[in-house]
């Protein structure tokens, strides 16, 4: 079975901060992707990974980082975290089958910046 | 840019009845769908992938179709449990291979 873990499950930061969250999948997958969740918004793409070093902007890049120095970790920085970016922070690994692959979920952590 | 609209919103029913969950998408041209399950404040779990080449895919008392010429897939869970409430999320892919998800279906399956 594909297992995908996050750091942490809760967390809360002050406004201001620099904020790491961390994602690791154990299944040599190629592609990981890191979502944010939010009430009536549904699921958006921030950034995206197709292999080490590679990433990619989503939909919502803004005020995000991403970190992928080794094939079954990726990171997501918030660099100076905000009140709006309290949310529902999802990461996922999809293996590269022409992007036809299956693609996996963390458990998700919940961010709170105050 | 892939549109998802999933109908219904939500949906209370009692044991044992049969759900039926849609999803219609605008762009067709797609390679492959899947359904994802989200429980209150935890990660999505993949429930099924439905390649374009396929119909039809089942996994136990779930069942999906896809018709790609009219934009729609359909997931029937079959006899519902208690166990299955949770939000029902349609996930077809992008031109660019990413997914768009739609706002899901909430499922309540009353005892």
């Known amino acids: 079975d594909v297992k995908v873990t996050q750091s942490s499950r809760y967390l809360v930061k002050r406004t201001g901060e620099k904020v790491f969250l961390e994602c690791v999948q154990d299944m040599d997958h190629e592609n990981m992707f890191w979502y944010r969740q939010d009430p009536g918004l549904g699921l958006r793409l921030i950034y995206f990974?197709?292999?080490?070093?590679?990433?990619e902007k989503g939909d919502i890049p803004e005020g995000y980082s991403v970190s992928r120095e080794k094939k079954e970790r990726f990171s997501l920085i918030l660099e100076s975290a905000s009140t709006n970016q309290t949310s529902m922070y999802l990461c996922?690994?999809?293996?590269?089958?022409?992007?036809?692959?299956?693609?996996?979920f963390g458990p998700g952590t919940r961010l709170t910046v105050t | 840019k892939q549109e998802v609209t999933q109908i219904p919103a939500a949906l209370s029913v009692p044991e044992g009845e049969n759900l039926v969950l849609n999803c219609s998408f605008t762009?067709?041209?797609?390679?492959?769908l899947q359904w994802f399950r989200q429980d209150p404040g935890k990660g999505l779990t993949s429930l099924l992938l439905i390649q374009s080449s396929q119909r039809e895919q089942t996994s136990g008392r779930l069942n999906a179709s896809l018709d790609k010429s009219s934009g729609r897939s359909t997931l029937y869970i079959a006899a519902s449990q208690p166990g299955d409430s949770a939000t029902y999320l349609c996930?077809?892919?992008?031109?660019?291979?990413?997914?768009?998800f739609g706002a899901g279906t909430t499922v309540t399956v009353r005892a």
């Open positions: 990974s197709y292999d080490v070093k590679m990433k």
């Open positions: 996922a690994s999809r293996e590269t089958t022409g992007g036809a692959g299956e693609q996996y």
């Open positions: 996930a077809p892919p992008r031109r660019d291979y990413k997914l768009s």
């Open positions: 762009d067709s041209a797609i390679y492959n």
